[in-house]
């Protein structure tokens, strides 16, 4: 039985479980956050350069399997369902966590990383099962609430996280685990498929690898510009995690607790945007002009966050910054509706190759960026010259936007 034939409860019931699926996954994600880089200290020794080499190796493959194998999950959900393909990741990431909570060596930890970064992947099969049932109309808000299940969890998980972290430092990974399995046993139960037979699609593995999925993009002009806009605002993105923490400490002077509260208002400004404002403003406006809103106002926002000269004025950019959201939201409703249902799957999981490209560039870039601006290295001392360089991607972002969807 497919979702399309059940009840509308049964139907609200499978979007809520998808939804909780995306949270647990970003909650587990952040609760290893604070714990995962002294798990790798102990294994080195304490020795902390050599601890910060392989901590930017795992997280560099952690992104290279995301990138890999997202496709693969899209394509198999259009082929066997999305059902499988969701509850073998939920099983599939709760066993990887229990691995790496008894991960006797760094390269066990090494292992519990790449299959984490494979079973996470789950997130393009998400994404197609909200494009299967919910209507067009109605996929910029969905979408939109995925993103509360984001931020959400990246605001819960480091403290929960840190929290556990501080009993012992493994025990987030138990815990982590327990959600993910209990996440599939309940979904074994509740969760319908959203995809019906005869709108499955064959398995190509040629269109199933990274390459192959790209092409998709390819297929339509409108698609290909806004696969160009995924890029640079998953690449602007990755200014966040990268660089913030050190930018606050270096150019306010913030400790732990400021900058931990700033994190806070950045995750409930973005929140209440995705689960709030998106569905009025695309009700209202449309989806081009959300797109066209949220990229404007992401600009503005790491402007605003770059030239900032006081800690205050940095507060007040982040409103501004959380209104960037409305591009994302609109990027995949825009998307979603230029492929047919058999290719939503493979669709997402192009999407998340363009993140794991994203994730794999962002990071060294930036840091670059940062480090550059520091030493002075272009003739002129700008702290704030990362987050430029974000604006700069989302002003570029906004041109190919706007011209990709000129015809509608």
């Known amino acids: 039985m497919t979702v399309q034939q059940i009840s509308a409860p049964r139907r609200q019931a ?3 479980f998808i939804f909780v699926t995306v949270l647990l996954d970003m909650l587990a994600l ?23 080499e392989i901590y930017g190796i795992f997280a560099t493959v952690w992104a290279l399997m995301q990138f890999l194998f997202s496709p693969v999950q ?23 966590y229990v691995l790496m909570a008894l991960a006797p060596s760094l390269a066990w930890l090494f292992v519990g990383r790449v299959l984490s970064g494979i079973t996470a992947a789950s997130v393009a099969t998400a994404n197609a099962y909200i494009a299967d049932v919910t209507p067009a109309e109605k996929r910029a808000a969905a979408f939109g609430m995925m993103g509360v299940a984001f931020g959400t969890g990246f605001i819960l998980g480091p403290a929960l996280g840190g929290f556990l972290g501080a009993i012992d430092v493994r025990l987030p990974f138990w815990v982590a685990a327990g959600f993910s399995l209990a996440n599939g046993l309940y979904g074994l139960i509740i969760l319908p498929e959203s995809l019906s037979p005869e709108k499955r699609a064959p398995l190509a593995w040629r269109k199933a690898n990274p390459v192959g999925s790209l092409t998709l993009l390819r ?40 900058i931990g509260i ?70 995949l409703a825009l998307m979603s509706r230029r492929v047919s249902a058999s290719e939503q799957g493979r669709l997402q999981g192009a999407n998340a190759s363009l993140m794991g490209i994203a994730n794999m560039l962002g990071p060294p870039v930036f840091t670059v960026i940062y480090a550059g601006a520091l030493k002075g290295n272009w003739g002129v001392s700008q702290p704030g010259a990362a987050f430029l360089l974000a604006a700069g991607c989302l002003a570029v972002a906004l041109v190919v936007g706007v011209r990709a969807t000129s015809g509608k």
């Open 14 to 16: 499978a979007f809520i």
């Open 30 to 52: 952040g609760m290893i956050i604070p714990v995962l880089p002294q798990l790798v200290l102990q294994f080195v020794g304490g020795d902390h350069a050599r601890a910060a």
């Open 74 to 96: 899209g394509a198999l959900s259009d082929r066997f369902g999305r059902r499988p393909v969701v509850l073998a990741s939920n099983f599939g990431l709760g066993l990887d």
């Open 219 to 258: 297929s339509h002009r409108e698609l290909f510009g806004l696969g160009a806009v995924s890029l640079l605002n998953s690449f602007a993105h990755a200014v966040l995690p990268t660089v913030t923490v050190l930018y606050l400490t270096f150019r306010y002077g913030w400790d732990e607790r400021m």
């Open 262 to 331: 700033a994190m806070a208002v950045i995750g409930l400004c973005s929140v209440i945007v995705q689960g709030g404002l998106i569905k009025h403003v695309v009700g209202r406006f449309g989806e081009r002009a959300a797109l066209v809103a949220g990229l404007m106002f992401g600009v503005a926002g790491f402007a605003m966050f770059g030239l900032a000269p006081t800690g205050a004025w940095f507060l007040a950019g982040i409103p501004v910054m959380a209104l960037w959201g409305l591009a994302g939201a609109a990027i």
